[in-house]
């Protein structure tokens, strides 16, 4: 069973920064594609940036283009979201997602329906 586990959320200000982690657990050896989603309140839940297995490429948002960045290191199973000038809008729920792939698959999914495995969600609070 693989597991992901979420941190780094909280509360801030515009402008201010974070980074989330997501680290997948239970299957040693394996290599994911992964992405970060983001559902706010009575809204579907969004891709906002991807990376495949290989980490080679990657997929942004429009709405985040330019202050987010998606990186992962495939050997600790383990994708990071570095979000940068923060905006109200921004305010979510954001959830790690993972699909296991081989490491040289350069595939990168927008699709929720892509992934098989899911965070619990980490909440990420922006004040205006």
């Known amino acids: 069973q693989v597991q992901l586990v979420e941190s780094g959320g909280g509360l801030v200000q515009a402008g201010d920064s974070l980074r989330l982690s997501c680290a997948a657990s239970?299957?040693?050896?394996?290599?994911?594609?992964m992405g970060w989603f983001r559902q706010a309140p009575a809204k579907e839940r969004e891709c906002v940036a991807a990376?495949?297995?290989?980490?080679?490429?990657?997929y942004s948002a429009d709405s985040v283009k330019g202050r987010f960045t998606i990186s992962g290191d495939a050997a600790k199973s383990t994708v990071y979201l570095q979000m940068n000038s923060l905006k109200p809008e921004d305010t979510a729920v954001y959830y790690c997602?993972?699909?296991?792939?081989?490491?040289?698959?350069?595939?990168?999914?927008?699709?929720?329906?892509?992934?098989?495995?899911w965070g619990q969600g980490t909440q990420v609070t922006v004040s205006s």
């Open positions: 997602a993972a699909v296991r792939r081989v490491l040289n698959n350069g595939n990168v999914y927008q699709e929720k329906e892509s992934y098989v495995y």
């Open positions: 239970g299957r040693t050896g394996s290599t994911y594609a």
């Open positions: 990376i495949s297995a290989s980490g080679r490429n990657t």
